[in-house]
Each structure stands twice: as C-alpha cells, then as structure tokens.
C-alpha cells in the first residue's frame, strides 16, 4: 500500500495508508547516524558559532594538527585561517541567509597548531545548532591534489625540456587539426618560426608537403590526419617539405595519439631529416649502377634492364640492342696514354646520349664497349638512320690536349621479340657476335685511327 509522511514534534511518522500502524523513526536514531557519518567522514567538520568552534570531528583534528578535539573547541576560527582567506570566508558567510543555504566550493589556507599551512576547500552550511545558528563548514584537504598537480606541472616542464632539446622535430596537432605546439628542432628544419604556425590548421600551412615519390601531398593523406581519425600509430613514413627559402628537406617521420585510448587526444608528429642521408644513399646507388669515368649506366644496370624486358609477351619496351666497340681504341691508349683514352671515352659517351632519345639506354660495359638498349619499335629503315647518325657523330675529330683524334666503332645489331627466351647473357653474347663480325676482317681490333664502315646484325 502507499505510504504517506507526516511531522510531529517527536520525530518523522511514515504512516501506511489504510493502517493504524505507525513507523516511527526516532528523531535521536537519525542523529545519531548523522553523528557517526560525520566521525568517520574523510574530510574535516567544524561547526562554529557566532565565530567559535563548537564541534569538530577527527579528521579536522587530525588535518590543524591536534591531539584532541579540545585543542580546536572553543576558539576562533580565525585562529585557524590565514588571515589573506578571512575576508572571503566572512563574505561567503556572509551571504547565507536562510537555514540549509550553502556557499558555492571556495579555496582557502588554513593555519595548523604546529604553524604550518594547508591549501583546503571548504562549503559553509547555514544550519542550527542547539538551537542556535550556526555555520556547519566542510573541509576538503587539497594537498594530495596540489601535490598530483605540482608533480603534473613539474613533469610537464621535463618533458617541455627534454622535447626542446631533441633533434627531432616534434609537433603537436590537437583533435581539429591545429597545431597545438612546435620545438625548436622542427622550426629549424621547416626553415619557419613556429611560433606563427601554433594555432594554423595542417591543411592551412605555409609550407608544401611532398609524398616520398615527390608529388604534392594533400594534408588529409598525411599520416598524422589518418592517427587523429583513426588512432593509428603509424612509424617510418617518408614524406617532403617545400620551405619557403626554396629550400627541399626530406623528412622520416612517425605519428602517435599523445595519450593513446583517450578520444580527446591531440597527436604528435616527430621526425627526423633525412636529406643528406637520403642525397647520400641515391648517390651510392648512383655510383653502384653507373660507370664512374662516363657516367652512363654500368654493365650490372644494363643487364638489369635486359633481363626485365625479356621474357614478356606483351610488346617489348627493348626493341633492339646495339653492342658498340671502338675500332683503334687500344692505338690510342698506347701512343697518347690512358688520360687522352679516358677523355676520347667521355666525348664518346656524350655524342652516343646526343644522338638517342631519352628512353633509350646507354651503357659501357667496360673498356672500350658500349651497349644501347633502344626502346619501342624501331623499323628497319629507322635503324638504318639511327645506326647512320651514331657513326656520324662519332666520325668527328676528337681535340684532346691538342691531338686531333679520330674514332669509328664497330656496332652489332640484335633485335628483341615479344616472348624472347633468351637470357640477358645470351643477348649479350649474340650482340658481341654480330659486333664481331662488323669489324673490318673480323677481328676485334681495326687499324688505328681509321674510319671504316662497321655495321652487323645477328
């Protein structure tokens, strides 16, 4: 059945509607109750009337310092509070009016018996105490929490430094893509002072990104903008910066949430850069790939680039391989020395690269040897002038320290077909034969300085 509450001058009478049946609740049971919640309570009650303490429970007690409840009881409370506090605390008082009012949550030092002083929150209720007004005060100790937050700010201010101090750039992009913080590693190497860029969005930058292969990179494809949607780590992402000095720095970077499994966390995007190492590493792949005298590819590259045009059914990207080799190099070398030889080389190599086009592939596959990888189809009338124009060009007088020099080569023509099944060796050895057999009687060397018309295919 329903229950009903009435107040009497005894107590409280919960009455069941329908029944002459009464509960009641003695008026002592109930503050009794309230007495050993506010014994047990972790934080500290006092209540003090007309400005002495009346009543105060152990964990005030304990909190000023004291021994007893008597050494608090009967004095002042402003005994207790730092003077610089007291202004407010009697305002807040102040303003409570009627009985059960309450003051909003407010800070304020408090003065211990041994003379120390703690940082507390307090809520002042208006209330009555036998029978009298009276301010119930309930105080909350703040060490623990100031101590958390000293702790916070001290580690806050490490780890500040430590970022300060990194060679690695580091930024911070908060959950709408600004940038909440740059170090000073990452102004340096965006050439840029950060300072202006905190607060930008990362699709509003002064700066250009590049993907690792060069091409413009629009922020949204930035890994830092996949971690903030998606809370991936992503690590050893290569990407390009276009500074504003003109300047290109290539940078290896990684991309974290800042507090990962909180939804709210900014991410930090670090990087190191890696501009020489990378200018470094293309130019001993350069120097593994290419003849150091010449420039052009080497034989290990040449070969490479056989082996993957042969074997394949479609149409051939190489359509025809010319085995070049100088008639009288070895004259040369041995009346005018081997630095007039190497100078004849280069001059070659330059006329071979003028008179082929970009897709084709020169190589000197050591000595005095050179082979041409033609690209596309190349008909045979087309050959014919091809082959024509590299003899033309290499027919010119060489001037090399005031010798005048000339050169003809002996060239072997191999074509490719779609399905070849020979292997690079194999091509290359068939490109030598035919070499071999464009040389005026056969032989591998001509006659010194002279100009014969050396051509044959295999």
Known sequence: MPLSKVTDDQGVRVVEAGNDRDVRVDAEQLAQRYR?????????????????????NPAIVRLLAAETADQVIGRPVTDFVDARSVPAMLERIGRLESTGDASDP??????????????????????????????????????????????QRRAEQHFTTVVSQLEEGVVVIDRDGRIESVNPAAKRIFGHDGDDLVGTRIDALPLTLLDANAQPLPPIRHPVARTLATGETITRYVFGVDRSDGQRRWLSGSSRLLNPGDPASPA????????????????LEYQATHDPLTGLANRSLVLARLAAALGTSEEQPVSTVLFIDLDGFKAINDTLGHAIGDTVLQIVAQRLQRSLRDDDVVGRLGGDEFLVLLSGHTRPADLDTLVARLRQSMAEPIIARGHRIHVDASIGITPLHPGDTRTPEVVLHDADLAMYRAKPGG????NGFGRPNNTHAS
């Open 106 to 151: 407010a800070e304020m030092t408090l003065i211990r018996l041994d003379e120390k002083t703690v940082d507390v929150e307090t809520v002042s209720v208006l209330t009555a105490w036998q029978d009298h007004l009276a301010y119930q005060v309930v105080i909350h100790d703040l060490t623990a929490q100031r101590r958390a937050e000293a702790a």
């Open 36 to 56: 050993t919640l506010v014994e047990h309570s972790p934080d500290g009650v006092v209540v003090h009337e007309r400005g002495i303490i009346v009543f105060a």
């Open 443 to 446: 032989h591998r060397e001509g």
């Open 268 to 283: 930090v995007s670090s990087f190191n850069d890696i501009t020489e190492f990378r200018a470094s590493r293309r130019q």
